[in-house]
């Protein structure tokens, strides 16, 4: 396990402070938040890349805070790889065994090891220059892996990476955390990595951590505007609790009052996700206690599925597939009705 306690880290124009967290043994953790919130500057502190101005680091129960980078037993992978471009790929891979004073008997075995499992024999005798992105990202894990670290730290490791090789590197993440079952912890700011990835995920913004949770945690249960704007809510409004009924509260968002289930009164915010709304041409027989009729305004093409923005006001935005906007002639001036559940209101 990794515990971080009252951690702060100041580079001057920068500072990384109030961090709490622990990561449990064997998790994939992900860091998640948008460029600058200070993600690759917690990875390298963890590191030991950064001093740490207050607080400690534990791995298993001893403090590592003051020791060299190479006592600490974590290895880290940056999107670059920082692959040595005069040393074949078997060179780089030695180096960090070397760099530790490895026993000599041991590298050849450790190396093997490392590539069988990244299946990059092949790649042994190449130069960095003649690989592909894929094949450097895996060179640089081999490079991690063989000094045999208790976590491995990833920063961005798919973002310089094509779309279909950042799908099979996402794979082949997955098989590498359940084969070996080290702890992990990757850095991105992309949603849907941390989807795939992640046991649990830490939102990060200005230098602090805003939410720690599941995936699902933070797409369905954002505990600030923050974090449902940044995993894309789209739907977010401010409101007043005006009364309860049968288990349920009347929210007035300005125009309109919204039925939700909260025990929240007063002043609250509320997340409701594109997919959780249902679009259609007529009212729909439904349970859900929510339906209104409007105009839609905005049509966003993201190939497979469209978001469709409905104005009562206020805006609701949709997400509908391009069978449903075909089917349904879903356009701009068109009349449609927007339905969604009580339940899939999240008030915070």
């Known amino acids: 396990m990794i515990s971080l306690r009252d951690f702060k880290v100041d580079l001057g124009e920068f500072v990384l402070q109030d961090i709490n967290l622990d990561v449990k043994g064997g998790e994939y953790f992900i860091l998640l938040g948008p460029t600058g919130a200070g993600k690759t500057v917690l990875l390298e502190a963890i590191a030991g890349l950064h001093p740490v101005l207050k607080g400690t680091i534990s791995i298993d129960g001893k403090e590592i805070t003051r020791l060299k980078p190479e006592k600490r037993g974590v290895g880290i992978v940056y999107q670059d790889q920082m692959l040595f471009p005069h040393m074949s790929v078997e060179k780089n891979i030695a180096f960090g065994l070397k760099a530790m004073k490895c026993p000599k008997q041991e590298i050849r075995p450790r190396i093997d090891n490392a590539v069988a499992l990244l299946k990059i024999s092949h790649l042994l005798h190449r130069e960095p220059k003649t690989l592909s992105g894929g094949e450097k990202q895996k060179v640089a894990l081999a490079r991690a892996l063989v000094t045999r670290p208790m976590v491995l730290l990833l920063d961005e490791p798919l973002s310089a990476l094509d779309p279909n090789t950042r799908e099979r590197m996402q794979h ?42 599941t995936p699902k945690d933070i797409l369905r249960r954002p505990s600030s505007t923050f974090v449902a704007d940044f995993a894309l809510t789209r739907n977010v409004f401010t409101g007043q609790v005006r009364e309860a009924e049968n288990g349920h509260v009347s929210v007035d968002i300005g125009g309109i009052e919204l039925k939700a289930t909260t025990a929240a009164r007063g002043s609250v915010h509320l997340a409701l996700r594109p997919e959780d709304i249902i679009l259609s041409p007529e009212p729909l027989r439904s349970t859900a206690r929510n339906a209104f009729e409007g105009t839609i305004t905005q049509v966003l093409d993201r190939g497979a599925v469209l978001y469709v923005t409905v104005t009562i006001p206020p805006e609701f935005v949709c997400l509908v597939t391009r069978q449903a906007q075909e089917e349904l002639n879903l356009r701009k001036g068109v009349r449609v009705w927007i339905t969604f559940k009580a339940s899939a209101i999240h008030v915070f």
């Not at 990757?186 to 230098?207: M, P, Q, S, Y």
């Open 172 to 213: 082949e993440l997955a098989e590498l955390h359940r084969r070996l079952k080290i702890t992990i912890i990757h850095v991105t700011h992309d949603f849907e990595e941390a989807e795939a990835l992640g046991d649990r995920v830490a939102v990060l913004n200005e230098g602090q951590i805003a939410q720690v949770g």
